[in-house]
C-alpha cells in the first residue's frame, strides 16, 4: 500500500514539476514574436538552466563568481589611464585626414598584458586598507577597464558644435560654455537609459548581438577551457582567436596599404574603365557595386560586424538594399527624376545646377544669416539620387518604428514595466538580482543638473535657442528611445535620428544654424548616448559586473573623455597654424568638422522648406513618412494570417534604417557584407552549428582586432611620418594602388555631360 501511495506521490511530483517548467518556458518566450527564439533551443537553454538563446549561450557564462575582485585600484588605474589616453589620440586625428581611430578592440587587447603583468609585478602593498594587488587580473576587472575605455572613446558630438562655431560663425565662447555642452549632450542621455534598462536589459529577449562578440573575446582571453554549447572538438578558442587575430593584421597590410584595389575590388570597371552604364553599375565608389565582393575586412564590417547580425535581420537589410537601391534608384537616375543624370548616381556631396559641389558660402551674408538675392542667382541644392533615397529612407524609419513597436512590442513593453529583476526567466537575470541595482535617485540626479548646464549654456551665451526647443528634443529622444532600443538589440540596427530632427528644427527656426546644431545634437545624441549606456549594460550584466560599479565608471569615464577632448581640441586651435583650412600643411583639416558645418548651413540657414515642402524638388520623398507608417500595419496583419510565413521575419524598421550609413558608406560595404553573413549566419549556423557556436564570435573579434591594430601601426608607421612621402613615387603610384581610381565609377562620371554656359533644374528657385 505504501508503495502504491509512494508511486502516487511521485506521479504527482513529476506532475508539479512538468506545471512548473511549462511555467518557467512560457515565461522564457518572450511577449512578441521574436525572429531570433527557436522554441526547442529556447527549451534545451531553460532545461539547463541557461539561456534560450543558443547565440547567448555559446557566448556567455551562465555561472557567477561575486567574489571575483572588479571595484580594484588596479582596474580604476588602467580604467582611468584609457579614459584619458584614447579619447584624447582619437580627438587629435578626428580633426586630420587621413585618420585613425583607437576602437576599443585596441583598448580591450592592451589592457589585458598591461593587467597580467601588473598582477606580476606590482607589490601587494596597501594604500587605505585597498592592495594594489589584488592578485591575478580578473575577467571582471577587464570588463571594467574596457567599458571605461569605450564609452567616451569616438570625438564627442558637441566638440563638433564648437569647432564649427569658431571655423564657420567666428563665435569663439569660453571653456565653461563648451564643457557644460559636451557634458549635457554626453551625460544625459544616460539617465534616460536608466530608465529604459527593465526594457532593454533585463529581458532574456534583448540579446544585443555586438555584445556577445566581446563576450566571446573576454571568455576567451581569461577562460582555461571551453565553456560554451556542444562538444565540438579541435583547437582552443585561444588558439583559434590567435590564429585568426594575426592572419587578419598580416592580411589588412594588403588592401590598407599595398594592393589597396582589393578594398574597392570593382573589377568589372577595371574592364571598361570609361564606361559609364558599367562604372554606375558594378563602380564601388559612385556606383551600386555589383562587382559583389572585397577582400578587406575593414570594408565589410564598415557597418558592423556580418558574423554578429542575426542572418533574418542581414536579410531584411539586403532586402531593402536591392529594392532601394538596385531596382529603384537606377529607375530614377535613368529617367533623370531630379534631374539626376547630371550628376553622379551615388555620392556623398551636394550639387549645384551646374554639377559642381555646392558653394554654401555663395548663399550666406558676411554674419552667415541667408541672403535670398543670393540664393536665387546662384542655385537650389542637388542630391545623387543614392542620397536623395536615403533621406527618404530616414523618414520612413521615423513612422515605421513608432507604428511597428505599438504593433509587435506593446505587450512586451508592459509586462516588462511590471517585472522585477528577480522575476526574469533568464539565468543571467536571476544571477545578477544578487547585486544591489542603482538607484532611481541616481538617474534623476544627472538628469536634473545635465538639464540646468544645457539651458545656462543655451541661455547665457548667445545660441538663439529657445529653452523650449531644447525641452522638445529630449522628448524626442525619450519618446524614441525604447522602440529603437529594442529594434537594436534584436537585429543590431540603430535607427538614427539626425535627419528628422534636422527637419523638425530646420522647420521651425528657418536661418539658425547653431540652433539647429543643438537641437540635433540633443535630439539625437541623447537618444544615442542612451543605447550606449545600456548596451554597456547589457554587457555588465552578461559579465556579471556589480551594476553600481558600472554606472559610476561609465559617468566618471565620460567626464574625463569629454572633458581631455576639449582639452585637446583647445590646444589644436591655439597651437596649430591654419586648424580647419582646407590647405593645411600637416592635413589637419577637420572633414568631420567641414561636413557638420556644411550640414549646418543647408538645413539651418537654406532650410528644408526649400527643398522639401510642396513645390519643391524634393517634395515626392515626404511621402516616405506615409510609406513607413502603412507598411509595418500590412506586415502585422500578414502575420497574423500567415503566423508561420515568412512575414515573421519582415521587419520593416530594419529594412529602412538598414542601409542609413548611405552615404558615407556605399555598396562595397552592404553586398559583400549580406554575402559573408549568408555564409556565417546561415549557412554554418544550419549545417555545422557546433563549429559556430565555439569559433563564430571569436572569429569576428579576432577579425574585427587584427584590423584594428593593422591600422594603427599602418597609419603611425607609414602615413603618418614624413607627411606621408613615404613610398609615394613607388607603392602609392603602382598599377594595384591606382586601377580602381582611374574609373569612371572613383571620378563620378555623371550620365550627362551640360553643355558649358548652359545649367539643368528649375528656371526659378
Not at 269 to 295: E, K, R
Not at 551 to 572: H, N
Request: with cysteine; proline share 6%.
Amino acid at each position: 500500500m505504501s508503495d502504491v501511495k509512494s508511486e502516487s506521490e511521485k506521479c504527482v511530483d513529476e506532475e508539479k514539476a512538468a506545471v512548473n517548467q511549462a511555467k518557467v518556458f512560457e515565461t522564457a518566450i518572450p511577449d512578441f514574436d521574436d525572429p531570433n527564439i527557436d522554441k526547442e533551443a529556447a527549451a534545451q537553454g531553460i532545461l539547463e538552466d541557461d539561456s534560450p538563446y543558443p547565440e547567448v549561450r555559446s557566448a556567455v557564462a551562465n555561472t557567477d563568481d561575486p567574489d571575483i575582485p572588479v571595484s580594484t585600484i588596479r582596474s580604476w588605474f588602467l580604467g582611468v589611464c584609457c579614459a584619458i589616453l584614447i579619447p584624447g589620440l582619437n580627438q587629435f586625428f578626428y580633426m586630420r585626414y587621413p585618420s585613425v581611430i583607437v576602437t576599443g578592440v585596441v583598448a580591450l587587447l592592451i589592457t589585458f598584458p598591461i593587467g597580467r603583468a601588473w598582477a606580476r609585478v606590482i607589490p601587494s602593498w596597501k594604500i587605505f586598507g585597498v592592495s594594489l594587488n589584488p592578485g591575478p587580473f580578473s575577467i571582471k576587472e577587464h570588463v571594467l577597464i574596457t567599458i571605461m575605455a569605450t564609452v567616451g572613446y569616438q570625438s564627442a558630438y558637441a566638440t563638433d558644435i564648437v569647432a564649427v562655431q569658431r571655423v564657420f560663425y567666428d563665435q569663439i565662447f569660453n571653456f565653461g560654455y563648451k564643457w557644460m555642452i559636451v557634458m549635457s549632450t554626453q551625460l544625459i542621455g544616460f539617465s534616460i537609459g536608466g530608465i529604459a534598462r527593465r526594457f532593454l536589459v533585463q529581458p532574456p529577449s534583448m540579446i544585443w548581438p555586438t555584445n556577445l562578440v566581446t563576450c566571446a573575446l573576454f571568455n576567451t582571453l581569461h577562460a582555461q577551457h571551453y565553456a560554451g554549447m556542444g562538444n565540438r572538438g579541435g583547437i582552443s578558442r585561444e588558439k583559434f582567436f590567435l590564429y585568426a587575430f594575426l592572419g587578419s593584421a598580416i592580411w589588412y597590410v594588403f588592401p590598407g596599404y599595398l594592393f589597396s584595389a582589393l578594398s574597392y575590388f570593382s573589377w568589372v570597371c577595371w574592364i571598361a574603365p570609361d564606361n559609364i552604364p558599367v562604372n554606375q553599375m558594378f563602380g564601388y565608389i559612385h556606383g551600386m557595386g555589383m562587382s559583389l565582393i572585397t577582400f578587406d575586412w575593414a570594408q565589410i564590417a564598415y557597418i558592423g560586424s556580418p558574423l554578429a547580425t542575426p542572418w533574418w535581420a542581414e536579410a531584411n537589410i539586403a532586402v531593402g538594399f536591392t529594392f532601394f537601391f538596385w531596382i529603384l534608384t537606377p529607375a530614377l537616375y535613368y529617367t533623370n527624376a531630379w534631374y539626376s543624370e547630371y550628376l553622379p548616381i551615388s555620392s556623398r556631396t551636394s550639387f549645384d545646377n551646374i554639377g559642381n559641389t555646392y558653394n554654401v558660402s555663395r548663399i550666406i551674408n558676411a554674419d552667415t544669416t541667408f541672403n535670398q538675392e543670393a540664393y536665387s542667382a546662384y542655385s537650389p541644392l542637388f542630391l545623387s539620387t543614392t542620397f536623395a533615397i536615403s533621406y527618404g529612407l530616414s523618414f520612413a524609419s521615423i513612422t515605421a518604428t513608432l507604428t511597428h513597436a505599438f504593433l509587435y512590442f506593446r505587450k512586451q513593453i508592459w509586462v516588462q514595466a511590471r517585472r522585477a529583476m528577480h522575476e526574469q526567466p533568464d539565468i543571467h537575470a536571476r544571477l545578477m538580482s544578487r547585486y544591489p541595482q542603482v538607484p532611481q535617485w541616481w538617474y534623476i540626479v544627472i538628469f536634473l543638473s545635465m538639464f540646468v548646464f544645457g539651458v545656462i549654456s543655451i541661455e547665457v551665451w548667445e545660441t538663439k535657442f529657445p529653452v523650449q526647443y531644447f525641452i522638445l528634443a529630449l522628448v524626442i529622444a525619450f519618446v524614441y528611445i525604447i522602440p529603437i532600443g529594442m529594434i537594436q538589440a534584436i537585429t543590431n540596427q540603430q535607427v538614427g535620428l539626425n535627419v528628422i530632427t534636422e527637419l523638425i528644427i530646420g522647420y521651425a527656426l528657418p536661418g539658425h544654424p547653431v540652433a539647429m546644431m543643438l537641437f540635433k545634437t540633443w535630439g539625437y545624441i541623447t537618444m544615442a548616448q542612451a543605447l550606449q549606456f545600456t548596451s554597456d549594460f547589457k554587457l555588465g550584466h552578461y559579465m556579471k559586473v556589480p551594476p553600481r560599479i558600472m554606472f559610476i565608471a561609465q559617468v566618471l569615464a565620460t567626464v574625463i573623455a569629454g572633458t581631455v577632448q576639449l582639452g585637446v581640441q583647445s590646444w589644436m586651435f591655439t597651437n596649430i597654424p591654419d586648424l580647419c583650412s582646407s590647405d593645411q600643411k600637416d592635413g589637419f583639416i577637420c572633414p568631420g568638422t567641414q561636413v557638420f558645418g556644411t550640414a549646418s548651413i543647408i538645413w539651418g540657414v537654406i532650410g528644408p522648406a526649400r527643398q522639401f515642402s510642396k513645390g519643391q524638388i524634393y517634395y515626392a520623398l515626404t511621402f516616405f513618412f506615409l510609406i513607413g507608417f502603412i507598411c509595418p500595419v500590412v506586415a502585422y496583419f500578414l502575420t497574423c494570417k500567415f503566423p508561420k510565413s515568412i512575414m515573421r521575419y519582415v521587419n520593416f524598421p530594419v529594412i529602412f534604417s538598414g542601409t542609413g550609413y548611405i552615404p558615407p558608406a556605399s555598396a562595397v560595404n552592404y553586398v559583400p557584407w549580406t554575402i559573408v553573413g549568408f555564409i556565417f549566419q546561415y549557412l554554418m549556423r544550419r549545417r555545422h552549428f557546433s563549429w559556430w557556436t565555439k569559433y563564430n564570435y571569436v572569429l569576428s573579434a579576432a577579425l574585427d582586432a587584427g584590423v584594428a591594430v593593422s591600422a594603427v601601426l599602418i597609419f603611425f608607421c607609414l602615413q603618418f611620418p614624413r607627411d606621408g612621402t613615404i613610398g609615394l613615387n613607388n607603392i602609392q603610384t603602382w598599377w594595384g594602388n591606382s586601377v580602381y581610381i582611374n574609373t569612371a565609377d572613383a571620378m563620378g562620371t555623371p550620365m550627362k555631360a551640360l553643355p558649358d554656359g548652359e545649367f539643368f533644374g528649375p528656371k526659378t528657385w
